[in-house]
């Protein structure tokens, strides 16, 4: 089961769903979060495997630090558990790892399992995986600002080029496909700034029972879709009809 088809570049996830799955067979939430790790190393080696070069999942946001403590520490440890346990995939696949986010609001031991592994997996030419964490769409453009504003004379006339340039990760390409699971539709403040003219991708599926499949069923449904980005294309027979 492969892409018969050109994949996007960069694919970014907002993975919901763990809370409800664990609840559906009266489990407890952290049982969801562990399940919804498996459904990232499957969801990871496959898009590796295809071609995609970016990969970006939601994997913790600012809004996150509000649950009870006992759960945000929980999500914490199996972070650093994933980390440790999946290094050897990541390596195997040419992944290389990277963290975006106010990181520095994380424990120092979290931030210290995320710099070994994203040294150790620096020389990954497959594919890049990211993973939001302590990450909010509106504090990454507000964070960027505030950069510009502390660099920049307060006359300069500020692009758009020039706020890209200061986000979490200048290097990181737009967003091509942006998916959410659980049946929710909307971005809750990801990747605001840079999902501006991505296609959106929703599905029922929670995100501990989303697999390889369901990943190709939405490249499958991007492949099927025209970008514009605002323009009228040549011979697009939405607004070119061939005459009867």
């Known amino acids: 089961m492969k892409p018969d088809f050109p994949v996007p570049e ?21 049982r969801g979060h562990e399940g919804g790790a498996e459904a990232v ?27 009870p403590q006992a759960e945000v520490d929980a ?9 440790k346990k999946e290094l050897r995939t990541l390596l195997d696949n040419g992944v290389r790892l990277q963290a975006i986010g106010r990181l520095q609001d994380l424990k120092a031991s979290v931030r210290q399992a995320l710099a070994d592994t994203e040294a150790k997996t620096a020389h990954g030419k497959a594919m890049t995986l990211r993973l939001a964490l302590s990450y909010g769409g509106r504090q990454e453009i507000l964070d960027g600002i505030r950069r510009l504003l502390a660099e920049s004379p307060p006359d300069r006339s500020i692009q758009q ?19 959410r699971t659980a049946g929710e539709q909307r971005l809750s403040n990801f990747l605001l700034w840079q999902a501006s003219y991505a296609e959106l991708y929703f599905t029922d599926v929670l995100w501990p029972d989303f697999r390889r499949q369901h990943l190709l069923a ?11 980005f605002g323009k009228v294309l040549e011979n697009d027979p939405a607004v070119h009809p061939s005459s009867s």
């Open 10 to 30: 960069h694919v970014a996830i907002i993975m919901d769903g763990n809370g409800r799955w664990a609840r559906r067979s009266g489990w407890l939430r952290l």
């Open 218 to 228: 939405a490249l499958k449904d991007y492949h099927g879709r025209v970008r514009r």
């Open 41 to 67: 190393r499957d969801v990871t080696e496959a898009a590796a495997e295809w071609g995609v070069k970016h990969l970006t999942l939601y994997a913790f946001s600012m809004e996150n630090w509000q649950r």
């Open 75 to 83: 999500l914490m440890r199996l972070l650093q558990r994933y980390l």
């Open 161 to 179: 080029e020039d706020l890209a340039a200061v986000l979490y990760d200048p290097s990181m390409p737009d967003p091509d496909l942006v998916i």
